[in-house]
């Protein structure tokens, strides 16, 4: 059986209490563009956009991605173990398009890192078969997901996500982060922006900051450091300080517009 995991701390423990090769998808798919292209094409865009970020070498990444994606559409049995927030429940999305084989489900609402060995190994033996239902619905998030608006998304959540118990909130959480109708602000630079103007000045005080606001917490610094370069106008560079723009904003008197950037399969332009 092949184990499917969000990263190499959880995979490094799932290890330890499982038998057969464990992997880590490695990839957050909250930033940069997932259009609705084919998994070939998709591998292409998502190794320039990593390449792009300076998070790796397009090569190595297009050779990462294509070798995970083979061992899960190749695989005869799977176990998939995705917790609760936006990072993990986006791959479980991606992952179910690829498989292929007979899967089995462990969701957790805790994050898999931070968990003993007995904890995992109960959780593990609380695994489900994944059903019509799940597959279902799954099916129809990832196409919503990579839509160039968001319709399908809104119009999905409308319709409930019951089959799969932590994916409506994740998508809800990802919604948000389109430009707030009276600021202009998504929701991560608007917890950056409080961060600043209630003091936070260094990097690691920012993310901190959002952490303990943004729950489930989703977003790994690397990714957040994106956000922070596209904010310069609003908070400057380290040390941060709010700048005119950021006070005026917050006041109402001024609107955000958002740098060019992609959610899912919306191109939001400046």
């Not at 995991?5 to 880590?24: H, K, M, P, Q, Y």
């Not at 003993?116 to 059903?131: C, I, K, V």
Request: with cysteine; proline share 6%; aromatic share 6%.
């Amino acid at each position: 059986m092949l184990h499917v995991t969000n990263g190499d701390s959880a995979r490094v423990l799932i290890e330890r209490v499982v038998d057969g090769d464990v992997i880590a998808w490695r990839d957050a798919l909250h930033e940069g563009p997932v259009p609705d292209v084919p998994p070939d094409e998709l591998r292409r865009v998502r190794a320039r956009f990593v390449a792009d970020c300076g998070w790796s070498e397009e090569t190595s990444a297009l050779r990462e991605l294509k070798e995970r994606d083979t061992a899960v559409v190749e695989a005869p049995e799977l176990c998939l173990w995705f917790e609760h927030d936006l990072y993990d429940q986006l791959q479980l999305l991606q992952v179910l398009s690829l498989a292929r084989g007979r899967i089995e489900l462990v969701q957790s609402d805790r994050f898999l890192a931070e968990l003993a060995s007995d904890e995992l190994a109960r959780l593990y033996e609380s695994r489900l078969p994944l059903d019509d239902a799940q597959r279902a619905l799954a099916a129809r998030a990832w196409a919503a997901f990579r839509a160039p608006a968001p319709t399908a998304l809104a119009e999905l959540l409308d319709e409930g996500t019951t089959p799969l118990p932590f994916l409506g909130a994740a998508l809800r959480r990802h919604l948000i982060q389109l430009p707030d109708p009276n600021t202009g602000l998504a929701r991560t630079e608007r917890l950056v922006l409080d961060a600043v103007l209630t003091g936070a000045t260094t990097s690691d005080e920012v993310f901190r900051a959002v952490q303990e606001l943004d729950q489930p917490a989703f977003m790994g610094d690397a990714a957040l450091w994106l956000w922070l370069e596209r904010l310069e106008p609003l908070i400057g560079r380290e040390p941060f300080r709010p700048t005119a723009r950021a006070t005026s904003i917050d006041a109402g008197t001024e609107r955000w517009q958002t740098p060019a950037r992609w959610l899912g399969g919306i191109h939001l332009q400046e």
